[in-house]
Each structure stands twice: as C-alpha cells, then as structure tokens.
C-alpha cells in the first residue's frame, strides 16, 4: 500500500496551494480519507476529511478556506488551501481508514507546506 502526497511548498499569507494524494494498493472508494497535519511541538490533527460516501468535515479553524475532494477514478484526494494563515504550516498527511470492529490505516509520508512571507 502505497500513499503519496505531493503539492506542498512555500507560500505568503494569503496565498493558495493544492494538496494531492495518490493511492495504491487500496480499493481506494471504500476508504475514508483524511488530511492531517503536525506543526512542530504540537499533536497531529484532523484537518479535512471525506468518507466514501462523499461527505465532508473541516476543523473549525480551516472551514471556509479548505476543500477537501476525492477521485475515486484516479485513486486520489485533493485538498485546496485558500487563504493560508502562518498557523498552516505544518506537515500535512495524507490518510486512509476503512473498518469498524476491524480498522485498516494508512499514512503518506508527509509533505511540507510554510506558509511565510
């Protein structure tokens, strides 16, 4: 099983960048997927989330500026950052979920996004 993401990078405050995650070794339309993020000294959160249904969730924090969406033909999900704040940077994963008496999980690597002028 196989999470890639990419997309990530250096950007100013106020600006736009769009995450990408592409999967393999899943059937990747059964699987709920997430972005998380991890600032240093900090726990990694839930920032964005889409379940196999299509239904999303934000944390407070990002809603109105984040997207999340999913390609089930591509075996991909995306998420648009819109407006970014210094507080976004962060590494962002890439996750995917599926089970419930039995959960199977898996994490990308991470990519780096700094958001700075």
């Known amino acids: 099983v196989q999470l890639v993401e990419s997309g990530g990078g250096l950007v100013q405050p106020g600006g736009s960048l769009r995450l990408s995650c592409t999967s393999s070794?899943?059937?990747?339309?059964?699987?709920?997927m997430g972005w998380y993020r991890q600032a240093p000294g900090k726990q990694r959160e839930l920032v964005a989330s889409?379940?196999?249904?299509?239904?999303?969730s934000y944390v407070d924090s990002v809603k109105g500026r984040f997207t999340i969406s999913r390609d089930n033909v591509k075996n991909a999900v995306h998420l648009q950052m819109n407006s970014l704040e210094s507080e976004d940077t962060a590494v962002y994963y890439c996750?995917?979920?599926?089970?419930?008496?039995?959960?199977?999980?898996?994490w990308g690597q991470g990519t780096q996004v700094t958001v700075s002028s």
């Open positions: 889409i379940t196999s249904a299509g239904s999303t």
């Open positions: 996750n995917a979920r599926v089970g419930v008496s039995r959960v199977y999980e898996y």
């Open positions: 070794g899943i059937t990747f339309y059964a699987y709920d």
